[in-house]
C-alpha cells in the first residue's frame, strides 16, 4: 500500500496566511507551520513585530516566511494583502483567521458591564469579528476561484463557549493590571464559532474546510495568584504553554482532518469538561 499516515500531516508546497502571526499565539503557529513545510505569509499590524518574525524564520528556513502589513478592520486594506500574498506566493490553501484586537482604552475594555460603553463594544466586535468576516470572505472567495480547496481555521476562545468563572479575578492581574473577561469579549469569540459553522456547510461543495481552534487559558504574563486560581479550575492543573496550540492547528490545517468541517477543537486541558 503506498500510503503513509506520516504524510497526512505534511504540509510541503503548500502557501498559508496566518492574521495576528506576530502575537504570543501567532508567532508560534506560524513557526508550526513552516516547521511543517508551508510557506507563511505573517500578516499583523505590527509591520515592525512581523518582519523580525519572518526574518527569524528565513534564518533557519529560508525563504518560507514574509511579513505584511494589514488592517483588518478596512475591507480595502484586506483585499490590497490578499492580492499581494496571492501574487507572491501562488495559490494560497491555508488560512488561519488568528487575529483579535487590543482595546486602546484598557479602562473602557475591563469596565463593568452595566458601565459598558456602546463606542468599545462596537470597537472590539470590529476588531474580533468583523475582521474575521472580511479575512474569510476575501481569502475564501481566492480559494474558491482557484478550484483547489483549502482549510480555514479561525480562532476562537474558551470564553466564547462557556461563561467565565469570576471568582478567578479576584486579586488577579496580568502585566500589572487587574483584569477581568468583558462581555463584549465572550460575544465576539462566541460569534467567530457561529461564522466558522455557516462557512463549513456554504464552502463544503468547493473543498473549502471550515474549523474553529479554541484554546483556553494560556501562560503570558499573569500574575501568580491567577495562573493558581485558573489552573484550580483545570483538571489537568495547569495553564497551557503557547506551544501547546500548534498541534491542533496543524492538524486542521492538514490532510491529516480531511473530513473534518465545522468542527471547534478545544485545547483546555479538560476546562470544559466539567
Request: proline residues 2%; negative net charge; hydrophobic residues 40%.
Amino acid at each position: 500500500m503506498n500510503f503513509s499516515y506520516r504524510n497526512l500531516f505534511d504540509l510541503s508546497d503548500k502557501s498559508a496566511i496566518v492574521t495576528g502571526g506576530a502575537g504570543i499565539l501567532g508567532r508560534h503557529f506560524c513557526h508550526g507551520l513552516v516547521e511543517a513545510g508551508a510557506k507563511v505569509a505573517i500578516v499583523d499590524i505590527n509591520i515592525e513585530a512581523a518582519q523580525k518574525l519572518a526574518d527569524e524564520i528565513n534564518v533557519q528556513f529560508p525563504h518560507r516566511a514574509t511579513a505584511h502589513y494589514c488592517d483588518l478592520t478596512i475591507e480595502e486594506d484586506v483585499e490590497r494583502m490578499v492580492k499581494e500574498i496571492s501574487h507572491q506566493l501562488g495559490d494560497v490553501t491555508i488560512l488561519h483567521n488568528n487575529a483579535a484586537g487590543k482595546s486602546s482604552d484598557l479602562n473602557a475594555f475591563f469596565a463593568d458591564f452595566e458601565n459598558y460603553s456602546l463606542s468599545q463594544w462596537s470597537d472590539i466586535l470590529n476588531k474580533n469579528l468583523t475582521s474575521m468576516f472580511l479575512v474569510a470572505k476575501h481569502v475564501g472567495s481566492l480559494m474558491r476561484n482557484q478550484g483547489k480547496g483549502g482549510s480555514i481555521i479561525q480562532t476562537s476562545s474558551i470564553y466564547g463557549i462557556m461563561g467565565p468563572d469570576h471568582r478567578i479575578y479576584e486579586g488577579s492581574f496580568y502585566l500589572d493590571r487587574q483584569i477581568n473577561t468583558p462581555a463584549i469579549y465572550s460575544a465576539s469569540k462566541a460569534g467567530v464559532v457561529g461564522l466558522t459553522k455557516y462557512l463549513a456547510t456554504y464552502w463544503a461543495p468547493f473543498g473549502i474546510r471550515v474549523n474553529t481552534i479554541t484554546p483556553g487559558g494560556v501562560e503570558s504574563g499573569q500574575n501568580d495568584t491567577f495562573k493558581e486560581k485558573y489552573s484550580n479550575r483545570i483538571p489537568l492543573r495547569r495553564m497551557a504553554k503557547a506551544h501547546e496550540m500548534v498541534g491542533g492547528l496543524l492538524f486542521l490545517a492538514s490532510e491529516a482532518s480531511s473530513y473534518i468541517t465545522g468542527h471547534n477543537l478545544v485545547i483546555d486541558g479538560g476546562l470544559s469538561a466539567w
